[in-house]
């Protein structure tokens, strides 16, 4: 099978969505296809490991102000970002569109930056999976003042009404949870015009971390991720400031709160690993209590829980980041709110229960059958398949 996959921006260090599509890119080359990233941005550090797996890489010209990933440098470019893209959805981008080749199946990630015509399957079939909320929020997010709204307002409404004249025809929508599938029909996505399912990701099993990480002889709770404040590092560190129980907190990532976590780094309260990947980020992993993913946006997936997860690590989340993989008392704790107390409630929980990190850990390493990787590409081929019939049924 020969496949193309658009992704806006494929920048290390790599983020859930751009990691996911390099691999799943690989084990669809293993498995012997004929692979091939589309992108707008991208390095030479990202297309050399693309490159090593047998996948090609494919820069497009697309004029935007800033990486899609980026968060711009001012309202103006900001304005003129979405601006572009909004034109993007209406009017084809030659040179995103050339990724549409007779008889290959394109594989869509994320768009913003490249325009939702990129999803409009004109000579092949197109499968967009929906990694966050690009389809009905600029930000991506759908998150207002830490609140869940059910009307994100008229520039919203009509911008989503654009993107989804391209969007319906699309060959498939795959969503990897019931939750963003929901969320997305709750904010006026139609739930006809074209094939919507539900598909959960998986990720490869981590290897043995070598060199193991010195486990440390208190409890230790890990963050990774991006440091920006939607992913909840400023919660977790107002959370920590009223543990008031000896415990380890490591958090590794980088990003816009990255001068909070290294001042409070400075004073000896959490240890600052930087930004992990590969062994060091697995070998971190593996020497958790468990990982902390206090998200504030409703998460579509959550690629560090099922990394924690495969290695049998327990996670604390809270009820917006938890999504359908954490379950409380099995897995994890979820906590009761997104607020500081409850946080540190959930830490203090397991800190000062060893019979209960023990029971959380055997059931993470059981619910990380679910995540089985090769049984995620197996699903992912059937929904080409049916994008196939379905595009032929409709020429």
């Known amino acids: 099978m020969d496949i193309t996959h658009v992704q806006s921006s494929l920048v290390a260090p790599l983020g859930g969505a751009e990691s996911y599509v390099l691999a799943l890119a690989t084990e669809q080359v293993r498995r012997g296809a004929d692979v091939e990233i589309v992108t707008g941005w991208t390095d030479r550090r990202t297309v050399e490991r693309a490159q090593r797996?047998?996948?090609?890489?494919r820069s497009v010209r697309v004029r935007r102000p800033y990486r899609p990933d980026q968060h711009g440098g001012g309202a103006a470019a900001?304005?003129?970002?979405?601006a572009l893209?909004?034109?993007?959805?209406?009017?084809?981008?030659p040179s995103v569109l050339d990724a549409q080749k007779t008889g290959r199946v394109v594989h869509v990630h994320r768009f913003q930056g490249l325009g939702a015509q990129a999803l409009r399957a004109r000579h092949a079939p197109v499968v967009h999976t929906v990694h966050d909320y690009c389809l009905v929020d600029t930000t991506?997010?759908?998150?207002?003042?830490?609140?869940?709204?059910d009307d994100l307002g008229d520039v919203q409404r009509l911008r989503a009404r654009a993107i989804w004249s391209a969007a319906r025809r699309a060959t498939v929508l795959v969503f990897p949870s019931e939750r963003t599938l929901a969320r997305h029909r709750a904010l006026g996505m139609p739930s006809d015009g074209v094939d919507q399912r539900v598909l959960p990701h998986g990720w490869p099993a981590p290897a043995p971390a070598l060199p193991p990480m010195t486990p440390s002889v208190r409890p230790r709770f890990v963050f990774l991720g991006k440091l920006q404040a939607a992913k909840g590092v400023t919660l977790l560190l107002q959370a920590w400031e009223l543990l008031g129980v000896d415990a380890e907190l490591v958090i590794a990532g980088d990003g816009p709160e990255r001068s909070a976590v290294e001042r409070a780094a400075a004073t000896?309260?959490?240890i600052y690993a930087g930004w992990l990947d590969g062994d060091a980020k697995?070998?971190?992993i593996a020497s958790a209590t468990a990982l902390v993913f206090p998200s504030l946006w409703p998460e579509t997936f959550g690629l560090v829980i099922a990394e924690s997860l495969l290695s049998g690590r327990p996670v604390i989340a809270t009820p917006q980041a938890a999504g359908s993989f954490v379950r409380d008392g099995e897995n994890g704790i979820v906590t009761t709110g997104a607020n500081p107390e409850s946080l540190a409630g959930?830490?203090?929980c397991l800190a000062l229960d060893p019979a209960l990190r023990d029971r959380l850990a055997r059931g993470a390493a059981d619910s990380a059958l679910a995540l089985d990787f090769a049984t995620h590409v197996d699903r992912v081929a059937a929904v080409y398949a049916d994008a196939r019939e379905i595009f032929a049924r409709r020429r």
């Open 53 to 57: 797996a047998g996948i090609r890489v």
């Open 282 to 284: 697995a070998a971190l």
């Open 268 to 270: 000896g309260r959490v």
């Open 85 to 93: 893209d909004l034109i993007g959805a209406v009017t084809p981008v």
């Open 346 to 348: 959930a830490l203090r």
């Open 78 to 82: 900001k304005v003129a970002f979405h």
């Open 140 to 149: 991506s997010t759908t998150i207002r003042d830490g609140r869940e709204p």
